[in-house]
């Protein structure tokens, strides 16, 4: 997945001469590219002037990437980790997701925030947030979740094409998974069937996709079928893919790994059983992280997401009823 967002943004930065990036150390860190190795090589194509070391201030950094958008080039910034986004919510939400409403659509903000999220690689409490939520229920932000190699690159080329301000939230325990990649862009809104299925629909991106996957294997071998849905953005989201395969099935569990409280599950949840009440054979249900920091210990950090087994437990307890 690295590899397909560097060559996304290579992709990009030679079709488009307005897109840079920006970010700490992108070309200080080991060999280059940033503490993940997504921007590796772009300073020896691209120079200094369009790959560009920040200082280590993250409000600084999205403050002067909102001001350069405004302009009309299309800033990419590299934040390390979705935790530390935190730190420039004013400039995010007051000023990035507001400035085109403010000031009478006169200018957009062609920008991209990409970082990573989310658990599994021992990063503890404050690196290993799901944060997802927080933005998505922002207005003026687009949100991307992409869960493999292939949506990554096809939805980073949207992201930077959109004239929207978009977070761009990676999987940090998914940068080594691997997958055919095709040339074309993903538009953002497009849901993903990712498996089909006729018994339950469970809905998930990221992590929780892949463990998702995995519980439908076994869950297959019970006679078990469900139809899994990537929603790949969660705003814009596409409801009709997912309100579709809902009515097709009947029965619905929408899996992620922030905290289940308050969690997009809920919204998730909510509009199915609003627009579906009718069609549904059983309640929405929601599996999802416990409300608490993720630890540090291997075995802790385990126990606080959702594995395989809950998923194949919960669906278990959805054909049933």
Avoid: C
Wanted: glycine content about 10%; charged content about 20%; proline content about 6%.
């Amino acid at each position: 997945m690295w590899r397909a967002l560097n060559a996304a943004l290579r992709d990009a930065m030679s079709a488009d001469a307005s897109v840079f990036v920006m970010g700490e150390d992108l070309t200080r860190w080991g060999t280059g590219g940033g503490i993940y190795g997504v921007t590796k090589g772009l300073l020896e194509q691209f120079g200094a002037a369009r790959v560009r070391d920040t200082p280590i201030s993250e409000e600084a950094i999205v403050a002067a990437a909102v001001g350069a958008a405004a302009r009309g080039v299309r800033p990419v910034v590299e934040i390390m980790y979705s935790d530390f986004m935190l730190l420039a919510m004013d400039a995010i939400v007051n000023q990035a997701a507001k400035a085109r409403y403010m000031f009478g659509g006169q200018f957009q903000i062609p920008l991209v925030i990409r970082t990573n999220g989310g658990s599994g690689i021992g990063k503890a409490a404050q690196h290993s947030q799901s944060l997802e939520t927080l933005f998505a229920h922002i207005p003026g932000l687009e949100v991307v979740v992409p869960g493999t190699p292939a949506d990554a690159y096809g939805l980073m080329l949207s992201a930077i094409a959109s004239p929207n301000p978009t977070i761009f939230l990676e999987h940090k325990a998914l940068y080594n998974e691997r997958g055919v990649v095709a040339s074309e862009p993903i538009p953002l809104g497009r849901a993903s069937v990712v498996r089909g299925g006729k018994d339950v629909t469970v809905i998930a991106t990221q992590l929780m996709r892949k463990r998702v996957l995995e519980a439908a294997e076994i869950l297959a071998a019970e006679q078990i079928e469900i139809e899994v849905v990537d929603p790949r953005t969660l705003y814009p989201l596409d409801m009709e893919t997912i309100a579709a395969s809902v009515t097709r099935t009947g029965r619905v569990l929408i899996a992620h790994e922030a905290p289940l409280l308050y969690g997009f599950g809920a919204e998730l949840a909510a509009q199915l059983a609003s627009r579906l009440w009718r069609s549904l054979k059983a309640p929405p249900q929601r599996l999802g992280g416990a409300r608490t920091p993720i630890p540090y210990a291997e075995d802790l950090e385990k126990r606080v997401i959702p594995d395989v087994a809950a998923v194949v437990s919960a669906v278990r307890g959805l054909v049933k009823s």
